[in-house]
């Protein structure tokens, strides 16, 4: 396969549910390389399901075309059955027939004109999701998290080429969403399939994307690898979404000693060097979180929040320490 080749470019494409207000997106442009997981991240409301109903063709745009392999996606004025055939999208409802057993929802995505290549395409997508335990189960005796990887097992066992994902981890647990996430990663590796995925947790996307879209009110604000987003945000949006980042006043950060010509001072707690510089704080909370305990500090009634250290450090609240924003950056002012 040529990683270099694009799968889908998306065109200017706008559409608005409503006439009298904003209510979608707007003018968003990006493309999509093949093998990709590309994750749209962004605040409730902000136009990420619209951008993925719009990539699947369940949309009728108002201005702009989405192009899947040269060709463009039709909307749903265009043809029978909307969607296209070279993608799949697993919804946060699943679409699963709930009264037949996990191998008959996947299989009935194959033809029967090769049963030995349909069993053994079933079997081999059940392993690779970690499901076979559960081949002969209803749908209806499973946990949630167990049925979102039978839907994206029956997506995926078509030959699909690109994976469309609505909250893939919504309904699963903070102990499988990791072993999901992982699974979806190496899949994607695998197969060479192209995943879309679209999340309220930033999180999805730093562990998983090759490729954020970071969307706003409708806009595309930024895009990138995750490394370099999380790194260099060019808003205080960006910034609050991908870490647990603390925004300074351009006068809090003349207390500091760091002059920002106005412009607002956002760094992550990781970016403080501890027992350094000479910048006094007091210790005013300890919060244990297990390998490691996060402190909240002030000066001056100046907080800064969750910088970390190790568990046995031996600091304690009311506790005078010393610290250096050893790193900072001064993004443009889109909260």
């Keep these: 396969m040529d990683v270099n080749r694009t799968i889908l ?5 706008t559409k608005q549910h409503q006439t009298t207000q904003s209510s979608g997106i707007t003018d968003i442009s990006f493309d999509i390389i ?4 590309v994750a749209i991240i962004g605040e409730s409301g902000s136009g990420k399901s619209t951008l993925l109903k719009s990539i699947y ?4 745009l108002d201005v702009g075309e989405v192009m899947f392999q040269d060709k463009r996606v039709l909307g749903p004025d265009e043809q029978l059955i909307p969607g296209h055939k070279g993608m799949k999208m697993v919804t946060q409802d699943f679409s699963l027939n709930i009264y037949a057993k996990v191998y008959d929802n996947i299989a009935s995505m194959l033809s029967n004109t090769d049963v030995k290549s349909k069993h053994e395409k079933t079997l081999e997508m059940m392993e690779h999701l970690h499901i076979a335990h559960l081949s002969a189960k209803r749908i209806t005796e499973l946990s949630g998290g167990e049925q979102q990887r039978v839907a994206i097992a029956k997506a995926l066992v078509s030959d699909t080429r690109m994976l469309l994902l609505d909250e893939p981890f919504s309904q699963v647990d903070a102990l499988l969403k990791n072993q999901l996430r992982a699974d979806l990663k190496r899949i994607a590796t695998d197969t060479g ?3 879309v995925l679209v999340s309220h947790d930033p999180a999805d996307g730093l562990f998983l994307a090759d490729k954020l879209l970071l969307m706003k009110d409708g806009q595309l604000l930024q895009q990138g690898e995750p490394r370099a987003l999380y790194n260099n945000p060019e808003h205080l949006y960006t910034a609050r979404l991908l870490g647990n980042a603390n925004v300074l006043s351009a ?3 003349l207390t500091l000693g760091i002059d920002t010509a106005g412009k607002q001072l956002v760094f992550y707690p990781e970016w403080v ?3 350094a510089g000479a910048l006094q ?3 005013k909370d300890v919060y244990y979180k297990g390998f490691y305990e996060e402190l909240l500090l002030e000066a001056n009634g100046l907080q800064i929040r969750g910088v970390q250290l190790t568990v046995g450090s031996g600091h304690k609240k009311n506790d005078q320490v010393l610290l250096n924003i050893g790193r900072y950056i001064t993004p443009d002012e889109i909260a």
């Design 273 to 275: 060097e501890f027992d």
């Design 9 to 13: 470019s998306v065109k200017n494409i």
């Design 193 to 195: 399939v192209t995943v």
């Design 281 to 283: 704080f007091t210790i």
């Design 57 to 60: 063709g369940l949309l009728t």
């Design 34 to 37: 093949e093998g990709e997981i």
């Design 251 to 253: 006068a809090d950060a």
